[in-house]
């Protein structure tokens, strides 16, 4: 309900009108992503006769407050951010925050409104994971507090800044296997955890939008940086690269690899054997050389941080493109460059 809204910015569009110095309009509520755009300015320069960025200026400053601990929270914050609308000076808020000591973050006027969305959505997935997990724990006879409290012991991996980046599906040996380990497991005994039940049906849908992005360049010659599922390790099992070139093999594009990573003499164990049952054929199309992949590829497709890409990356031409699945280092604002999700 976006009435208060509309009814505050008439007010204070209608006293901007008349006041002789520039004002600053700080949105401070959660509001839909596009708010400050579509509603908010236009009100206000509707109402006051005036132009944002010139006569007056428009920042969003979301709250992070829990009840109960709110006037705590306002000076110990666990972060402060400042959207700023078009050529708007932030100058008057950020003198406000100027004697608190904590930074004060700058950023786009949407992503402003859209954090604190993002935040409260992903609080409410921790409780239904945690909700789900302890449901699972509960049905095997374990204390799903201590599964729990050693699940968040990790703070490393668990809780942490690990896997909040957008990029590639996940991979590889152990994820998918336990996932669908839980998922099974769980509704053998019974148990509706309809998170835990569709990761891999999420994972699955973020994997076709690669590909439809990876169709949409409409390229016949395409050089994989990259085929195993993670920087470091030769393993492919599951690896959404792999799963990616079969599909551009599929779709009658031509498609060589580049992986520092990988030498089919070296393959051992599971891996070896997953390689020479499922996708022999893709060890062949294995190509180290610089010349030779920068003279075939119309497209080059990054899929992970590997620093010997850079050679090849450097030498990439006007005509070439670049699709970065893994956010690859300096490569933004390059014209050939196209991100996945940024």
Not at 215 to 236: A, H, Q, R, Y
Not at 245 to 266: A, M, P, Q, R, T
Not at 270 to 278: G, H, M, P, R, S
Request: one cysteine or more; a neutral charge.
């Amino acid at each position: 309900d976006l009435g208060y809204i509309d009814k505050v910015c008439r007010e204070i569009g209608d006293l901007i009108k008349v006041k002789k110095t520039p004002h600053t309009v700080v949105v401070r509520s959660t509001v839909i992503p596009g708010t400050i755009t579509d509603v908010v300015v236009p009100i206000l320069e509707e109402m006051s006769g005036k132009k944002v960025g010139t006569d007056f200026h428009v920042c969003c400053n979301p709250e992070f407050l829990r009840e109960g601990t709110a006037i705590h929270d306002f000076y110990h914050p666990p972060k402060t951010i400042v959207g700023v609308y078009g050529d708007s000076d932030p100058k008057m808020l950020l003198n406000l925050y100027s004697s608190f000591d904590f930074p004060v973050k700058l950023t786009d006027i949407t992503i402003s409104e859209l954090i604190k969305c993002v935040d409260n959505t992903f609080h409410a997935l921790k409780v239904v994971f945690a909700n789900e997990v302890a449901s699972y724990g509960n049905a095997l006879g374990v204390d799903s507090r201590e599964l729990l409290s050693l699940f968040k012991s990790d703070t490393k991996l668990n809780i942490s800044e690990a896997y909040l980046n957008p990029g590639l599906t996940f991979g590889g040996s152990c994820l998918p296997k336990d996932v669908r380990m839980m998922s099974y497991q769980s509704k053998k005994a019974g148990l509706k955890l309809p998170v835990i039940h569709h990761v891999m049906d999420s994972n699955q849908s973020h994997l076709d939008r690669i590909k439809d992005t990876i169709l949409s360049k409409n390229c016949k010659k395409i050089v994989f940086l990259g085929m195993s599922f993670k920087e470091g390790t030769d393993d492919l099992r599951e690896s959404p690269l792999v799963m990616l070139v079969e599909y551009c093999l599929g779709k009658g594009i031509n498609v060589k690899i580049c992986d520092f990573n990988l030498e089919h003499s070296k393959l051992i164990g599971a891996n070896k054997l997953y390689v020479e049952k499922k996708i022999p054929h893709l060890i062949t199309l294995l190509e180290k050389d610089q010349k030779r992949l920068l003279s075939f590829g119309d497209l080059f497709i990054i899929g992970f941080k590997d620093s010997r890409f850079k050679p090849i990356l450097d030498q990439i031409k006007p005509g070439q493109q670049i699709l970065d699945l893994a956010d690859y280092p300096d490569m933004d604002g390059l014209e050939n460059v196209h991100g996945l999700l940024w």
